[in-house]
Protein backbone atom coordinates (compact mmCIF):
# COMPACT_ATOMS: atom_id res chain seq x y z
CA UNK A 1 0.00 0.00 0.00
CA UNK A 2 2.80 2.52 0.95
CA UNK A 3 3.94 1.63 -2.85
CA UNK A 4 0.52 2.67 -4.31
CA UNK A 5 0.57 5.88 -2.18
CA UNK A 6 3.96 7.03 -2.87
CA UNK A 7 3.27 6.48 -6.78
CA UNK A 8 -0.09 7.71 -6.61
CA UNK A 9 -0.43 10.41 -4.46
CA UNK A 10 1.71 13.05 -6.78
CA UNK A 11 -0.79 12.12 -9.75
CA UNK A 12 -3.55 12.49 -8.03
CA UNK A 13 -2.22 15.84 -6.96
CA UNK A 14 -1.43 17.35 -10.06
CA UNK A 15 -4.85 16.31 -11.95
CA UNK A 16 -6.26 18.02 -8.64
CA UNK A 17 -4.59 21.40 -9.61
CA UNK A 18 -6.14 21.09 -12.78
CA UNK A 19 -9.55 20.61 -11.80
CA UNK A 20 -9.32 23.73 -9.81
CA UNK A 21 -7.70 25.78 -12.83
CA UNK A 22 -10.75 23.66 -15.35
CA UNK A 23 -13.64 25.19 -12.13
CA UNK A 24 -11.69 28.36 -11.88
CA UNK A 25 -11.42 29.71 -15.78
CA UNK A 26 -12.33 28.63 -19.66
CA UNK A 27 -9.88 27.12 -20.71
CA UNK A 28 -9.26 26.16 -24.31
CA UNK A 29 -8.71 22.02 -24.53
CA UNK A 30 -7.43 21.41 -27.82
CA UNK A 31 -4.52 24.22 -27.32
CA UNK A 32 -3.89 22.23 -23.92
CA UNK A 33 -3.58 19.05 -26.35
CA UNK A 34 -2.19 20.24 -28.74
CA UNK A 35 0.85 21.97 -26.52
CA UNK A 36 1.52 18.05 -25.59
CA UNK A 37 1.63 16.28 -28.49
CA UNK A 38 3.52 18.50 -30.43
CA UNK A 39 5.97 19.83 -28.25
CA UNK A 40 6.32 17.98 -24.75
CA UNK A 41 5.76 14.65 -25.81
CA UNK A 42 7.90 14.33 -28.31
CA UNK A 43 10.98 15.44 -26.38
CA UNK A 44 9.70 13.16 -23.69
CA UNK A 45 9.84 10.20 -26.19
CA UNK A 46 12.93 11.10 -28.02
CA UNK A 47 15.23 11.36 -24.57
CA UNK A 48 13.47 8.28 -22.95
CA UNK A 49 14.89 5.95 -26.21
CA UNK A 50 18.16 8.16 -26.36
CA UNK A 51 19.17 7.16 -22.80
CA UNK A 52 17.61 3.89 -22.11
CA UNK A 53 19.84 1.07 -22.25
CA UNK A 54 18.49 -2.59 -23.27
CA UNK A 55 19.74 -5.98 -22.96
CA UNK A 56 18.51 -7.40 -26.45
CA UNK A 57 17.35 -11.16 -25.45
CA UNK A 58 14.56 -10.03 -22.77
CA UNK A 59 13.90 -6.55 -24.41
CA UNK A 60 12.75 -8.52 -27.24
CA UNK A 61 10.68 -10.82 -25.47
CA UNK A 62 8.86 -8.50 -23.26
CA UNK A 63 8.39 -5.98 -26.37
CA UNK A 64 7.31 -9.21 -28.80
CA UNK A 65 4.96 -9.87 -25.85
CA UNK A 66 3.74 -6.14 -25.47
CA UNK A 67 2.59 -6.19 -28.95
CA UNK A 68 1.19 -9.21 -28.91
CA UNK A 69 -0.73 -8.44 -25.97
CA UNK A 70 -1.57 -4.85 -27.70
CA UNK A 71 -2.72 -6.60 -30.56
CA UNK A 72 -5.37 -9.12 -28.85
CA UNK A 73 -6.69 -6.49 -26.62
CA UNK A 74 -7.56 -4.35 -29.73
CA UNK A 75 -9.09 -7.14 -31.09
CA UNK A 76 -11.24 -7.22 -28.09
CA UNK A 77 -12.26 -4.14 -28.08
CA UNK A 78 -13.66 -4.12 -31.71
CA UNK A 79 -15.57 -6.73 -30.91
CA UNK A 80 -16.86 -5.83 -27.82
CA UNK A 81 -17.63 -2.64 -29.32
CA UNK A 82 -20.08 -4.19 -32.30
CA UNK A 83 -21.78 -6.47 -29.81
CA UNK A 84 -22.68 -3.74 -27.74
CA UNK A 85 -23.69 -1.27 -30.44
CA UNK A 86 -21.24 1.54 -29.64
CA UNK A 87 -21.05 4.23 -31.51
CA UNK A 88 -17.78 5.18 -33.76
CA UNK A 89 -16.46 7.60 -31.27
CA UNK A 90 -17.44 5.10 -27.90
CA UNK A 91 -15.62 2.32 -29.97
CA UNK A 92 -12.02 4.56 -30.84
CA UNK A 93 -12.06 5.68 -27.38
CA UNK A 94 -12.34 1.66 -26.12
CA UNK A 95 -9.48 0.90 -28.08
CA UNK A 96 -7.82 4.11 -26.48
CA UNK A 97 -8.78 2.75 -23.09
CA UNK A 98 -7.23 -0.59 -23.44
CA UNK A 99 -4.27 0.05 -25.71
CA UNK A 100 -2.88 2.92 -23.26
CA UNK A 101 -1.48 1.79 -19.91
CA UNK A 102 -0.28 4.35 -17.52
CA UNK A 103 3.08 2.58 -17.79
CA UNK A 104 5.40 5.64 -17.52
CA UNK A 105 4.60 7.89 -14.86
CA UNK A 106 2.52 5.23 -12.27
CA UNK A 107 4.17 2.21 -13.71
CA UNK A 108 7.64 3.11 -13.64
CA UNK A 109 7.88 4.08 -9.90
CA UNK A 110 5.06 1.18 -8.70
CA UNK A 111 7.62 -1.11 -10.36
CA UNK A 112 10.68 0.51 -9.08
CA UNK A 113 9.74 0.62 -5.27
CA UNK A 114 7.90 -3.43 -5.31
CA UNK A 115 10.64 -5.16 -7.19
CA UNK A 116 14.33 -2.52 -7.51
CA UNK A 117 16.64 -1.83 -10.18
CA UNK A 118 16.43 -4.65 -12.07
CA UNK A 119 12.68 -4.58 -12.43
CA UNK A 120 12.81 -0.38 -13.70
CA UNK A 121 15.47 -1.60 -16.17
CA UNK A 122 13.02 -3.72 -17.83
CA UNK A 123 9.87 -1.93 -17.10
CA UNK A 124 11.28 0.95 -19.56
CA UNK A 125 11.79 -1.49 -21.99
CA UNK A 126 8.30 -2.23 -21.92
CA UNK A 127 7.52 1.89 -22.01
CA UNK A 128 10.18 2.19 -25.23
CA UNK A 129 7.81 -0.26 -26.52
CA UNK A 130 4.64 1.49 -25.95
CA UNK A 131 6.17 4.78 -27.15
CA UNK A 132 7.17 3.24 -30.57
CA UNK A 133 3.77 2.05 -31.13
CA UNK A 134 2.00 5.48 -29.93
CA UNK A 135 4.43 7.10 -32.57
CA UNK A 136 3.65 4.67 -35.49
CA UNK A 137 0.43 2.65 -34.90
CA UNK A 138 -2.04 4.13 -33.22
CA UNK A 139 -2.52 7.20 -34.83
CA UNK A 140 -3.27 4.97 -37.95
CA UNK A 141 -5.68 2.45 -35.69
CA UNK A 142 -7.98 5.52 -34.02
CA UNK A 143 -7.99 7.92 -37.18
CA UNK A 144 -10.04 5.34 -38.95
CA UNK A 145 -9.43 6.27 -42.03
CA UNK A 146 -8.07 3.84 -44.34
CA UNK A 147 -3.91 3.22 -44.12
CA UNK A 148 -3.29 5.64 -46.03
CA UNK A 149 -4.75 8.24 -44.39
CA UNK A 150 -3.62 6.98 -41.05
CA UNK A 151 -0.17 7.54 -42.32
CA UNK A 152 -0.10 10.92 -43.30
CA UNK A 153 -1.28 11.35 -39.91
CA UNK A 154 1.07 9.88 -38.51
CA UNK A 155 3.89 11.34 -40.51
CA UNK A 156 2.87 14.65 -39.55
CA UNK A 157 3.04 14.08 -35.53
CA UNK A 158 6.70 15.26 -34.55
CA UNK A 159 6.38 12.03 -31.90
CA UNK A 160 7.26 9.44 -34.70
CA UNK A 161 10.37 11.43 -36.30
CA UNK A 162 11.10 11.79 -32.23
CA UNK A 163 10.70 7.99 -31.52
CA UNK A 164 12.81 7.35 -34.74
CA UNK A 165 15.62 10.09 -33.66
CA UNK A 166 15.94 8.34 -30.20
CA UNK A 167 16.34 5.10 -31.91
CA UNK A 168 18.63 6.08 -33.66
CA UNK A 169 20.62 8.06 -30.83
CA UNK A 170 20.72 4.55 -28.84
CA UNK A 171 21.70 2.68 -31.61
CA UNK A 172 24.47 4.73 -32.80
CA UNK A 173 25.37 5.85 -28.85
CA UNK A 174 25.63 9.31 -29.70
CA UNK A 175 24.16 12.48 -27.92
CA UNK A 176 22.78 15.92 -28.53
CA UNK A 177 25.04 18.46 -27.55
CA UNK A 178 24.83 19.68 -24.45
CA UNK A 179 22.60 22.54 -24.68
CA UNK A 180 20.42 20.83 -27.05
CA UNK A 181 20.08 17.86 -24.47
CA UNK A 182 18.93 19.92 -21.68
CA UNK A 183 16.78 21.79 -23.59
CA UNK A 184 14.87 19.03 -25.13
CA UNK A 185 14.99 17.36 -21.26
CA UNK A 186 12.80 20.66 -20.00
CA UNK A 187 10.55 19.95 -22.74
CA UNK A 188 9.81 16.21 -21.84
CA UNK A 189 9.92 16.81 -18.07
CA UNK A 190 6.37 18.74 -18.79
CA UNK A 191 4.65 16.05 -20.78
CA UNK A 192 3.29 14.56 -17.61
CA UNK A 193 2.52 17.34 -15.71
CA UNK A 194 0.73 18.85 -18.40
CA UNK A 195 -1.12 15.51 -19.96
CA UNK A 196 -2.23 15.52 -15.74
CA UNK A 197 -3.07 19.06 -15.94
CA UNK A 198 -5.32 18.31 -19.15
CA UNK A 199 -6.96 15.26 -17.12
CA UNK A 200 -8.39 18.29 -14.00
CA UNK A 201 -9.10 20.53 -16.56
CA UNK A 202 -11.20 17.56 -18.41
CA UNK A 203 -12.64 16.07 -15.46
CA UNK A 204 -13.67 19.56 -13.84
CA UNK A 205 -16.06 19.75 -17.17
CA UNK A 206 -17.12 15.61 -16.64
CA UNK A 207 -19.89 14.29 -14.68
CA UNK A 208 -18.21 11.49 -13.54
CA UNK A 209 -21.10 9.01 -13.34
CA UNK A 210 -19.91 5.66 -14.09
CA UNK A 211 -21.37 3.45 -16.22
CA UNK A 212 -21.72 0.40 -18.22
CA UNK A 213 -19.10 1.70 -20.33
CA UNK A 214 -16.63 2.59 -17.91
CA UNK A 215 -16.80 -1.01 -16.04
CA UNK A 216 -15.92 -2.49 -19.25
CA UNK A 217 -13.22 -0.11 -19.99
CA UNK A 218 -11.76 -0.56 -16.32
CA UNK A 219 -12.23 -4.32 -16.34
CA UNK A 220 -10.34 -4.98 -19.97
CA UNK A 221 -7.16 -2.72 -18.48
CA UNK A 222 -7.25 -3.78 -15.33
CA UNK A 223 -7.96 -7.84 -15.21
CA UNK A 224 -8.16 -9.06 -19.04
CA UNK A 225 -4.93 -7.00 -20.12
CA UNK A 226 -2.90 -8.36 -16.71
CA UNK A 227 -4.34 -12.13 -17.88
CA UNK A 228 -3.48 -12.05 -21.08
CA UNK A 229 -0.17 -10.92 -20.82
CA UNK A 230 0.72 -13.80 -18.24
CA UNK A 231 -0.55 -16.19 -21.19
CA UNK A 232 1.46 -14.48 -24.11
CA UNK A 233 4.63 -13.96 -21.89
CA UNK A 234 4.48 -17.80 -20.76
CA UNK A 235 3.87 -18.91 -24.16
CA UNK A 236 7.08 -16.64 -25.03
CA UNK A 237 8.87 -18.54 -22.68
CA UNK A 238 9.30 -15.14 -20.26
CA UNK A 239 9.90 -16.34 -16.66
CA UNK A 240 10.91 -14.94 -13.13
CA UNK A 241 11.30 -11.24 -13.02
CA UNK A 242 10.80 -10.46 -16.84
CA UNK A 243 7.42 -12.15 -17.02
CA UNK A 244 6.58 -9.80 -14.03
CA UNK A 245 7.09 -7.00 -15.05
CA UNK A 246 5.42 -7.61 -18.28
CA UNK A 247 2.32 -8.64 -16.48
CA UNK A 248 2.57 -5.53 -13.68
CA UNK A 249 2.64 -2.94 -16.65
CA UNK A 250 -0.07 -5.03 -18.42
CA UNK A 251 -1.79 -3.96 -15.45
CA UNK A 252 -1.71 0.10 -15.13
CA UNK A 253 -4.99 1.85 -15.15
CA UNK A 254 -5.86 3.82 -18.65
CA UNK A 255 -3.01 6.59 -19.19
CA UNK A 256 -3.86 10.01 -18.43
CA UNK A 257 -2.34 10.44 -22.86
CA UNK A 258 -4.81 8.49 -23.76
CA UNK A 259 -7.69 11.68 -23.52
CA UNK A 260 -5.20 13.66 -25.25
CA UNK A 261 -4.72 11.23 -27.98
CA UNK A 262 -8.93 11.10 -28.15
CA UNK A 263 -9.04 14.70 -27.84
CA UNK A 264 -6.90 15.06 -30.85
CA UNK A 265 -7.84 12.20 -33.40
CA UNK A 266 -11.30 11.67 -32.48
CA UNK A 267 -13.72 9.84 -29.77
CA UNK A 268 -15.78 10.14 -26.49
CA UNK A 269 -13.18 12.14 -24.14
CA UNK A 270 -16.06 12.38 -21.62
CA UNK A 271 -16.04 8.17 -21.19
CA UNK A 272 -12.44 8.29 -21.82
CA UNK A 273 -11.83 10.77 -18.67
CA UNK A 274 -14.24 8.41 -16.56
CA UNK A 275 -12.58 5.57 -17.04
CA UNK A 276 -9.37 6.78 -16.60
CA UNK A 277 -10.76 8.02 -13.11
CA UNK A 278 -12.63 4.66 -12.18
CA UNK A 279 -9.20 2.09 -13.52
CA UNK A 280 -7.07 4.71 -11.06
CA UNK A 281 -9.06 4.34 -8.30
CA UNK A 282 -9.57 0.60 -8.60
CA UNK A 283 -6.06 0.09 -9.63
CA UNK A 284 -5.39 0.59 -6.00
CA UNK A 285 -7.19 -2.47 -4.95
CA UNK A 286 -6.17 -4.55 -8.47
CA UNK A 287 -2.45 -3.49 -8.38
CA UNK A 288 -1.13 -5.13 -4.87
CA UNK A 289 -3.37 -8.31 -5.92
CA UNK A 290 -1.66 -8.89 -9.47
CA UNK A 291 1.78 -7.97 -7.58
CA UNK A 292 1.30 -10.80 -5.50
CA UNK A 293 0.15 -13.33 -7.88
CA UNK A 294 2.57 -12.65 -10.11
CA UNK A 295 5.47 -13.51 -7.94
Request: hydrophobic share 60%; aromatic share 6%.
Amino acid sequence: MEVLISAMLPVALVALVGFGVGRSFELDMQTLTRLNIYALLPALVLTSLAETTLAMGSAIAIVTSFLLNTVVLYLLAVGLSRRLDFSADEQKSLIAIVMFSNVGNLGLPFILFALGEAGLERAVVYLVGSSVMIATVFPIVLQQAGLKAGLNVTLRLPVFWAALAGIGLQATQEAFPLPLERGMALLGEGAIPVALLTLGVQLARTELVFGRYEVIGAVLRLVVAPLLAYGIGTALGLQGLDRQVLVLQAAMPVAVNSLIWVTELGGDRTRVARTIVLSTLLSVFTLPVVLWLSN
